[in-house]
């Protein structure tokens, strides 16, 4: 397969970044997004220039650390999986494939198609967290007994993996879902009850604080999560926030 | 040789861990205050370390390659974790879990740790259900557990196909409430290059932030290396891509002895190899294992006729399937431990049996649980002469809703239904038993430097059992290092800071610089990945599932030769001012051509077979592993000595007394 | 106004409330309308009604006034500050790979419908203020029939209120359903909203049209 790259480059954080363009043969249905882009950059390094950086570790879709938009999607075309697990095939010969950052003012570029996603991490500092010791000194785990659909449900919600394609998707670049999937974790275990008030409360001041946008219920971000993070999670949200607000 | 200080507490086994806690000084808590850690890696072992070390009080600094510390490794594990609860009431015990690890770990593993590990591992679960760990339930809203392999019990807890996910985030959200109370400081995108060691105690590291390329000293009382194992040694492995042996290694070369290297775990349910550009291998959940059955065609030509596209798998009737594994091992069938499952996939691949075009690949099938899933929904839903069809489509939803993601996820790559046809399996490289050598404290032989996790080597001996890796490195983070790091930092109460304008810390600092611009001035022929795959093909081929003493021999030589051309015409390009991945990439790539030296020497020097290391030299007339424990019932401890080739060995003899050895058998 | 309210998530649910309310007010108003092409006698006296009663004139009306114009101006606000999140924007971006063409334009329909509401104030509520206070008229309940059908001889105006609904429809075929998700209403039952907020949004509008074009067709 022969395909043609528009690649943004940018160096570092303050650098002027611009698209580029690369033109990539032998390309095979087989490989994953990623592997496309290390032969483009064994191709590159060979050549004598820079290769293109981009955040990749796991490779099996769970890490969260890919990201790339991808003709316009995060993560590319395909439904539920993350750019590590996108295969070539999904793709033809003589296609043009467009590679952006995710972009949010809260998401800096760091270099290349690398992003800054501190923002996620500090989101889940201001309150994702049940206030335990971790001393083991707790009660058996059997003595919190919870239902099963409610289990499930957080289960669901916890399986968020950080990338960030909620917000990359969203036109208005909102975290919501992605501090909605937390919040609702722990609001359907009986073990998030006591500081539910105060999580849900933090985590939307710090969320606001980012700088990120307001959510407009497009659903973007529900159908390009790979890990199909449900809008319900939002809905949840705003209860628990509204109710929180409500009690002081 | 000396002899190593294992520091295992007296008493009898089960009173051990209790007594040394009894035992040990603590830190008062105003003291804890003036004391500084810092933890190497924020996976299962260094995140809940980190979280509990800082809320005992402690000054807590965590590092991490990635960009944030939820992404860590340990986020891969799919199946889950194991703990001796008895929920079940099937007879499980702490003794039990205990001679489960140790007889899966053939007998080279250390019994205080092992039990000290079954004992506290009913308070991880307690731990993380706390912490709001969604773990899987039933209606009743109790504890689900699964059965795993090697094992006749059901003791392992699970979410889904992503344990180590939710347990990950979990140690992640206990790190975060301390970031918050602002006793981690987190530095992300941050490597380890080197150990700082001040009058022979670990005090520092020199760090690399990766994403200014600045060279940053950083001082403490102590340091903890949890920073998983050294699978990418292969290139190819289950690893995340910058899963990698860089501080391990370099505590390794300022005194700390490097246990075990050979003992490599590899994974018999993996998605096999496509094509040269792999870059990565993707694990298919053991758990797989409970329901799935794995073959071969009987016939090589039907294997030949499947390889070439001309036969479907799904034609081949019950008497032409060679289930090799219910042939083999009848008691355990295809749950027996994952050493024993690789080398028989080998052995049928070898013998020309293997299902892919590359001949390297198995069948695991989901076709028997299919059905038996279906009759029995049929049944319990009403309807007791279900027909042919509907028993499938109701198989089929309780098969998705058991492992649907780890469906989706080998459709995603392998472009084939696993509902319709045979899923292809084999074996990757996936976890490291050996690692950094740790007395019962965990402390490496430097003292102040600990491991923890999956970067020592203490716990599974020569193989591990599934869902051990998760329940090991919350063991050791949450309830084990916490108290025992508390009895050498008892002497540092009067220490003070310690300052990072020493000339140790200006030697340091001038080494890891030396180092850098070294792979940067480079002659510039090869690019890293180059070298690092021509590695991961002489350690695949030479020191993989089966070694001999001649391809052992050849690969020392060959690693040798290879490390030496990639020092002198290994090509890094960019800066290292600044985000460089091949620069990154260069350092670890570095330090794997030297460990793979001391893998092959070690797997050369071990004359026996034991758990994942096969040797072809010893082996019963069934092709079983043969041990010998007469010579080689000790832990092989390595001192660096420059080359990796003229390392020392020192043994650490073990010593059971509350188990028999025995010859594994799982028939 | 946004600064009033401080979280992006009381915002969204103060912009949700505000835009229900908008719609019971559009379901009235609409109810109302709908007379003058069944029962003009009936139009009157509603008419008549809302334009004098002490309650209406008093209570409800200021609260409408403020109602529509918190939606208006959040709505702006929002904008500004979510144009603001992606300092950025892509070089290619597919948004109707995962959300509708309604949903990502509700600046823009809402804005259509703030340019119809000027001209609908122009037409009907401005002459309503100078016919009752600042010209003084003896009361006549049975004016506004006639007054409403002679507005709909202009084709120019009717196709404009024809082309404003149609940017209602889409406003409300997202926003409607939308407000319910934002108060955090998405549960069984959400589908059934769903379908019902769907069809309010185009039976509505179309309603708007017919009454419209019905009086313009009478004109004719």
Redesign the interface.
């Known amino acids: 397969m022969k395909l043609t790259l528009k690649i943004w480059r940018q160096e570092n954080a303050n650098a002027k970044g611009k698209m580029v363009t690369y033109p990539i043969d032998g390309v095979e249905g087989d490989m994953s997004f990623l592997e496309m882009l290390d032969v483009l950059n064994e191709d590159l390094i060979n050549k004598g220039e820079e290769p293109v950086e981009f955040d990749h570790d796991c490779r099996e879709g769970i890490c969260g650390a890919c990201s790339l938009q991808i003709n316009g999607e995060p993560h590319g075309p395909d439904k539920l999986v993350t750019t590590c697990q996108l295969h070539m095939r999904s793709f033809k010969d003589g296609d043009t494939i467009v590679i952006e950052p995710f972009r949010a003012k809260a998401f800096p570029v760091v270099k290349d198609l690398i992003v800054d996603r501190g923002a996620f991490d500090r989101i889940q500092q201001a309150g994702g967290y049940v206030s335990v010791n971790t001393s083991g000194n707790t009660i058996d785990a059997n003595s919190i007994p919870v239902n099963k659909h409610d289990a499930d449900d957080s289960f669901a919600a916890a399986t968020c993996i950080g990338c960030g394609a909620c917000v990359a998707a969203c036109k208005n670049a909102s975290a919501m879902l992605f501090t909605s999937a937390k919040v609702s974790q722990y609001a359907l275990l009986p073990q998030g009850q006591v500081e539910a008030t105060e999580r849900v409360q933090n985590m939307v001041r710090q969320m606001d604080l980012e700088g990120f946008g307001n959510c407009s219920n497009t659903g973007a971000c529900e159908i390009e999560c790979p890990k199909g993070i449900s809008l319900e999670n939002i809905a949840r949200m705003n209860r628990e926030y509204m109710s929180a607000t409500s009690k002081g | 040789m000396s002899v190593l200080e294992s520091k295992i507490p007296e008493g009898p086994l089960k009173d051990k861990w209790t007594k040394h806690k009894n035992d040990i000084n603590l830190v008062n808590p105003a003291n804890k205050r003036n004391i500084d850690v810092i933890v190497i890696g924020t996976g299962l072992a260094g995140g ?1 370390a980190a ?2 070390l800082a ?1 005992l009080g402690y000054n807590v600094k965590t590092f991490c390659y ?6 860590a ?1 340990s ?2 594990a799919q199946g889950g974790i194991n703990a001796s ?1 008895n ?1 079940q009431g099937d007879g499980d015990s702490d003794y039990r879990l205990f001679y489960d690890t140790v007889k899966g770990g053939d007998y080279r593993s250390r019994e205080a740790n092992v039990y000290r590990l079954a004992e ?1 591992s009913g ?1 991880i ?19 689900d557990n699964r059965s795993f392999g090697g094992v006749l019990v059901s003791r392992t807890f699970y ?2 196909g ?1 344990t ?3 347990l990950l ?1 979990g140690a ?3 790190m ?2 301390q ?2 109370r602002g006793k981690i400081q ?1 530095f ?1 995108r941050h490597e380890m290059m080197d150990l700082v060691l001040v009058d022979g105690k670990a005090r520092g590291i020199i760090a690399r932030n990766m ?1 200014t390329g600045e060279i940053e000293r950083h001082s403490a009382h102590a340091v903890v290396l949890a920073s998983g194992g050294y699978g990418n040694v292969f290139f190819l492995s ?1 690893n ?3 899963s990698n042996v860089m501080a391990a290694w370099r505590a390794h070369r300022r005194g700390a002895y490097f246990a075990n290297p050979c003992y490599t775990q590899i994974h018999p349910t993996c998605i096999p190899v ?2 040269e ?4 291998l ?2 298919m959940s053991e758990s797989l294992r409970n329901d799935g059955r794995i073959w071969v065609p009987k016939k090589k030509e039907d294997a030949i006729a499947i390889r070439e596209g001309k036969k479907k798998p799904t034609e081949l009737s019950e008497e032409e399937r060679d289930y090799y594994l219910e042939r083999r091992y009848p008691a355990f069938g295809n749950l027996v431990p994952r050493d024993v499952a690789s080398r028989a996939a080998k052995e049928r691949c070898d013998a020309g049996f293997g299902v892919n075009k590359t001949g390297e690949a198995v069948f695991l099938d989901f076709a028997s649980a299919i059905k038996r899933y279906g009759k029995e929904a049929a049944f319990s839903s009403g309807n007791k002469n279900a027909s042919e069809a509907e028993i499938i489509k109701l198989g089929k939803e309780v098969v998705e809703a058991k492992y649907g993601n780890l469906f ?2 080998y459709q ?2 392998v ?1 084939q239904n696993p509902y319709e046809t045979p899923m292809m399996i084999y074996p990757a490289v996936h976890y490291t038993m050996g690692g950094l050598w740790v007395d019962y404290n965990l402390q490496t032989t430097i003292p102040g430097c600990y491991a923890a996790g999956e970067a020592n080597f203490s716990d599974h001996g020569a193989n591990r059992l599934g869902a051990s890796a998760l329940m090991q490195g919350l063991a050791d983070g ?2 084990v290092l916490p108290y025992t790091i508390g009895d050498y930092l008892s002497k540092d109460i009067r220490t003070g800071k310690i300052p990072t304008d020493s000339p140790e810390f200006d030697a340091a600092e001038k080494d890891v610089k030396d180092k850098i611009s070294k792979l940067m001035n480079a002659s510039g022929k090869h ?1 890293v ?1 180059y070298y690092h795959k021509k590695l991961g093909k002489i350690m695949w081929n030479k020191c993989g599932m089966a070694r001999n003493a001649q391809g052992l021999q050849e690969a020392l030589d060959e690693i040798k030769e290879l490390r030496e051309d990639f020092w002198a015409n290994v ?1 890094v ?2 800066a290292a001012e ?2 460089n ?2 620069l990154e990439k260069a350092g670890r790539v570095a330090d794997f051509l030297e460990l793979g030296e001391l893998f092959a020497k070690d797997a050369l020097h071990r004359n026996e077979s034991c758990g994942g290391h096969f040797r072809e030299e010893y082996q019963t007339e069934e092709g079983e592993a043969l041990r010998d424990d007469e010579n080689f019932k000790y832990v092989a401890a390595w001192e660096y000595k420059g080359n990796p080739r003229d390392a020392q060995l020192h043994k650490e003899e073990l010593d059971f007394k509350n188990i028999e050895l025995k010859t594994r058998s799982y028939k | 106004m946004g600064g009033l309210i401080k979280s992006s998530v009381a915002k969204k649910f103060a912009m949700a409330l505000s835009g229900l309310f908008l719609v019971l007010f559009l379901a009235q108003h609409f109810t109302i309308n709908f007379t003058s092409v069944i029962a003009p006698d009936t139009f009157n006296e509603l008419s008549h009604f809302m334009g004098t009663n002490f309650l209406v004139q008093a209570v409800l009306q200021p609260v409408l006034i403020f109602g529509v114009c918190f939606h208006f101006i959040m709505g702006f606000v929002l904008e500004i500050h979510n144009r603001k999140a992606r300092a950025i924007s892509y070089v290619k971006y597919n948004g109707s790979a995962n959300s509708s063409w309604m949903s990502r334009n509700m600046i823009y329909s809402g804005a259509v419908i703030l340019a119809f509401l000027a001209l609908h104030f122009y037409d009907f509520w401005v002459p309503e203020l100078v016919h009752k206070y600042v010209q003084s008229h003896p009361e006549d309940p049975t004016r506004y029939y006639e007054e409403t059908i002679a507005k709909f001889e202009s084709p120019v105006r009717t196709g404009l209120y024809v082309i404003s609904f149609i940017f209602l429809m889409l406003h409300l075929l997202h926003g409607f359903a939308s407000s319910f998700q934002s108060v955090g209403w998405n549960n069984k039952y959400s589908k059934g909203i769903q379908g019902f907020t769907k069809a309010f949004a185009i039976i509505i509008p179309l309603g708007f049209i017919f009454i419209a074009v019905f009086h313009y067709i009478n004109n004719l």
């Open positions: 809940s979280a509990t809320e990635q960009d944030s510390p939820r992404r490794h986020i891969a609860k929920y506290v308070n679960i307690d731990q993380c259900v706390a912490q709001g760990v969604p773990f899987a339930r039933e209606y009743g809203g109790l504890l979410a889904k992503q180590g996910q939710q985030l992640y959200s206990a975060n409430r970031i918050n987190s992300n994403v289950t995340a891509m910058g496509s094509g550009h792999q870059s990565k993707t694990l989706q996820m995603k790559i472009d949450y309830f690019s990945d090509k390009p960019g600044g985000k991945a091949e």
